[in-house]
Every structure is written in C-alpha cells, then in structure tokens.
C-alpha cells in the first residue's frame, strides 16, 4: 500500500530556505501514472497548493509562490522535494505531500500526514 | 484570498440533509474536487469530478454543479462528518497574479451536526 512520509527540519529562521522531503514507500515515484503534490496549511486557516511534478520533470506551481519555490524528484531515493526559499513567518505551516494522477494532476488521492514547519528567530 | 468561496460555517441536525456549497468563475470549467478534514489529520478526498466517490467513502456523500457553483451534499449526516470542507478545482485563467494551469482552494467550511 502507497505511503507518503514527509519530513524535514521543525523550525526554519526568516530569509533562509525550507527545505523538505517527501519519502514515497509501497510504490514508484517513477509510475508515469502519478504526479505528487506539496499542499500545506498554516496553523488554524485553510490549504494552500503550493505545487505538482510528474517524475518526467513536468511541473505546475502556484503562480502565488513561483518565484520562491522549486519542487524536484529523486527517483533513486523514491523522493519528492520541496525548496521555499526567503521565508517569513506567513511561510509557518503544515506541509502536506499528496499523490494525484496523470490524467487529474489536480486531484490530491492520497496525503501523507503533514509536517509543521516554524519559521521564527 | 481563495479564488473559491465557501460558507465559513454550516451546522446540521443529526440525520438531516446538508449542502455545502463553493462559487468560483474556474468552476465553469472544470469540475469541484471536495475534502474533508478532522482536527489534527490530513484531508481525505470525499468527492472528486464532480460526484465521484473514492473507495470507501459513504454513498450519502454526493457531488452537483450548477454554472459557477458546486455543492457538496451529506444526505443523513452523521457525527463522524463534523469536519471542515474544502472544495478546489483547476484553474488555467490568466490574470494579474497567475497565468497557466495550477489549483484553486475555497476557504473551508466548518460542518457541525447538532
């Protein structure tokens, strides 16, 4: 059975980059069947996409976050990461890693169960 | 600000009927995706396309759409559906703040049955 796992440091200080990682366990991230997704949360407001890649390196980002953000794939590792890079507190949230399908890259099937990350000095 | 509008609030006696209810110009074009989600866990996809139920989810969860607004329905809502829901859907409009095919959010609505 398809899990996802996120992880990453808790706390991330304001102007540095988050970085996390997304470990997909029971199944390829190399399917051409699947684009993986980063939602997230901020403690008590609603989700947010952030973005979607297929392990072909296609890549949709929230046109909000573009300019701050890189998603990539790690098939060696099975990995999807997520790079936010200058962040400020309004970056401090739960992070979601989810899986989709080709045919609805918008339609999140199956999410891992989230990571906080802090942004503070 | 959510592309996607929802109730912020909507409450429902046990075993009665419910509808929660999103507007947005992308829902035009494309069909509503809903979730549900309880405190502390991740969303769960209750409703995709429209109204097509993954496995697993109780038939009294049904998906409609009209124009600009879709609508989740709880037919004989249950303690367990207290819950937030967000509805989302693509979005490939082009404005000052987005260009290309990415995702939209409502803004959730929180579900109490009384």
């Known amino acids: 059975q398809l899990q996802l796992q996120e992880s990453g440091p808790g706390l991330v200080r304001p102007s540095e980059t988050l970085s996390l990682t997304c470990t997909v366990s029971g199944g390829s991230i190399s399917s051409s069947s699947y684009y993986w997704g980063w939602i997230r949360q901020p403690p008590g407001k609603g989700l947010e996409w952030i973005g979607s890649i297929h392990y072909g390196g296609n890549t949709y980002y929230n046109p909000s976050l573009k300019s701050r953000v890189t998603i990539s794939v790690d098939t060696s590792k099975n990995q999807v990461s997520l790079k936010v890079s200058s962040v400020t507190a309004a970056d401090t949230a739960v992070y979601y890693c989810a899986r989709t399908y080709t045919s609805s890259w918008h339609t999140f099937y199956l999410w891992g169960q989230g990571t906080l990350v802090t942004v503070s000095s | 600000s959510s592309e996607l509008t929802q109730d912020p609030a909507v409450s429902v006696a046990l075993g009665q009927t419910v509808r929660i209810t999103c507007q947005g110009h992308s829902l035009r074009s494309y069909y509503a995706t809903w979730y549900q989600q309880k405190p502390g866990q991740a969303p769960v996809l209750v409703i995709y396309?429209?109204?097509n139920r993954p496995s697993g989810i109780p038939d009294r969860f049904s998906g409609s759409s009209s124009g600009n607004t879709a609508s989740l329905t709880i037919t004989g809502a249950q303690a367990e559906d207290e819950a937030d829901y967000y509805c989302?859907?693509?979005?490939?409009?082009?404005?000052?703040?987005?260009?290309?095919?990415?995702?939209?959010f409502g803004g959730g609505t929180k579900l109490t049955v009384l």
């Open positions: 396309a429209e109204n």
């Open positions: 989302t859907s693509r979005d490939s409009s082009i404005s000052r703040d987005s260009s290309g095919d990415h995702v939209v």
